[in-house]
């Protein structure tokens, strides 16, 4: 999905280099110029992250 896609609730999953699945909840998507502002409940807490804004994400279901 592209990031400008995105709508709080959404659920991103991430696979690192290991194998592991990490599942990340969007709370808030914000334009910023070429970029957009995903901040996203993670179990360390709030985080936002900075993509650009043709990039992809994968979404869990």
């Known amino acids: 999905m592209k990031i400008h896609q995105l709508e709080p609730g959404h ?3 991430e696979t690192t280099d290991s194998g592991e699945e ?3 909840e969007v709370i808030n998507v914000k ?3 070429r ?7 993670t179990s360390a807490g709030l985080e936002s992250v900075l993509y650009p804004a043709n990039a ?6």
């Open 22 to 24: 990490i599942r990340f």
């Open 35 to 41: 970029r957009y502002e995903v901040t996203m409940r």
């Open 31 to 33: 334009p910023l110029g």
């Open 56 to 61: 992809y994400v994968q979404i869990s279901a």
């Open 11 to 13: 659920r991103i999953l």
